[in-house]
């Protein structure tokens, strides 16, 4: 392949790609990190800690699936590899969509869950596992929402559209006061809520333990007994007599993995933990498990860029702006030739594409400015660029329709009272929306021969299938938190083992 059609391979959006390429929905699915490794750790001789159930990860997934094993009665083994708990989830912003009858219908907004599962599947481009799908939007509200809800998070009165969510179902942002009454907020409170909870029943986590393998019974047959662990130094194992819960998350900081499946990425920041290496995929792979859309890697303009990364464009609000929401689909994206290039509501995948295609600049620390003039001339754009966008964007929020890039009319906010912001902003990696192999309704992991692996369960982003090809903004908390809950509910089921 010349350099030319590289680029041009490169311009293609994974859907185009998968569109334009008959055998590629099969490639994709069949699609494996690592072929499988024989080499299965031995069944030890002796247990160094035995409990029902072992759960691989502390957050929204692990401490959801240890919430409830507590309450099913279980004795719970949590472990977490890094010195804190929380993982990308104690970072995230939380936003968590459901269709919520009550907060919507006060805002006249349509709404169901049939509503909800068409969305997500048309957002992944229908190669989403379509019975999990509909097991994740049916327990959307009472599982995600409610449930955080019910330990104490607040939700805003209001739902919004969420970045790439599509819809106004974001519950957004949340906030937590703790038993000291100090206030926590977006995922940090979505995360200290649940730790209180564990607190509260006296349930330890076991920080600085990192699962280096999984226990089978035979390297390819057999039963999950447990996992070998590291602290300190010092190789242990740890039994769980009813099932392992994988709750590990995803590979967004393994920047070796990314870059094999999307080297497009190579060049860019991550806002994920620097935990979010996914060796536990690997780990269950060499046990036999499948794994499935591995190379659809999500990046988003999330944070301010900061050098030695380049930036892209900046990230313009006003005050009205500001006061709507939070939310980036509100704001405008403007490249340093000072105009819009992407309808800032579009899928993830859409601004992605548009995002990369844009030349790179120095980044500059966050600018604020009383007029778009001022603030024009404050980024070093061409004169009246900037100007001139923001006249044709405000006369677009007026008549409520943006002829240039038809952008939501719900997020159309005017760009008119100042102070005006500009963030420099770029892709960076951010959600791996392949993994594990899960029975959707089980949570059971699933093996290269289409069975079961008795005794592995998986929740959250180290496993697959909820988003396809494209996961819809704010789906992903929900996700962890309606899988683990499954998962913890579906090992209070099993037969124990000795
Ligand atoms: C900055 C940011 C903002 C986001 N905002 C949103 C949002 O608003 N809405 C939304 O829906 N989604 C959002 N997401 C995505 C979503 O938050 C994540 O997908 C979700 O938090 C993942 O949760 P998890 O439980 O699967 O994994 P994590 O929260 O990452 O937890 C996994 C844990 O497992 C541990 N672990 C990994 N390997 C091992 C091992 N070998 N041994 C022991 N422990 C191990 C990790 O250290 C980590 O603590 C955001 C993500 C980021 C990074």
Known sequence: MDSKEKKQKDALSRRDFIKTTAVAGAAVGAFSLFPGNAEAIPVPKKWD?????????????????????RQLGMKV????????????SVIAHGGANAADPVRQKRQGIEDSTDLHFKHTMEGGDNINDPEK???????????????????????????????????????????????????????????????DELERIGQPILLNHEVTGLVREKPLEGRVLGVEVKSKGRKMYFKARRGVIL????????????????????????????????????????????????DYIQAIPLNDVKPPY????????????????????????????????VNESDRRDVIKQAVLAQPLFEPLPAVTAGTIEELEAKLGLPKDSLAATVKEYNAA???????????????????????????????QRHHTMGGLRVQGTTGEVIDRWGKPIPGLFAAGEVSGGTHGANRLGHNATVDCLVFGQLCARTVAKQKPVG
């Open 49 to 69: 800690k035995t409990a029902d159930v072992v759960i691989v990860g502390t957050g929204y997934s692990g401490l959801a699936a240890a919430i409830v094993s």
């Open 77 to 88: 083994l949590i472990l977490e590899k890094m010195p804190v708990a929380g993982g990308n």
């Open 133 to 195: 799908v509909r097991y994740f939007v049916d327990h959307a509200l009472d599982d995600a929402v409610n449930y955080l809800e019910r330990l104490g998070v607040k939700w805003p009165e209001k739902v919004v559209r969420g970045y790439g969510s599509l819809w106004e179902r974001t519950h957004y942002p949340g906030t937590y006061t703790d038993p000291k009454g100090q206030l926590w907020k977006m995922g940090a409170a979505n995360v200290r809520a649940q730790l």
């Open 247 to 294: 709750a590990s998350g995803g590979f967004g900081a393994n920047i070796a993995w990314v870059t094999m499946l999307d080297r497009r990425l190579a060049e860019t920041g991550t806002t994920n933990h620097p935990g979010a290496t996914g060796e536990c995929i690997k780990f269950a792979q060499d046990i036999g498990a499948d794994t499935l859309h591995m």
């Open 310 to 341: 380049k930036a892209s464009f900046f990230l313009i609000a006003s005050e009205e702006v500001r006061k709507a929401s939070a939310s980036m689909p509100y704001r405008i994206f403007v490249n340093k030739e000072g105009k819009r290039f």
């Open 397 to 427: 929020c007026d008549a409520k329709k943006d002829s240039l890039f038809d952008k939501h009319p719900t997020v159309l906010v005017p760009l008119r009272t100042g102070p005006f912001t500009a963030n420099s902003r770029a892709m």
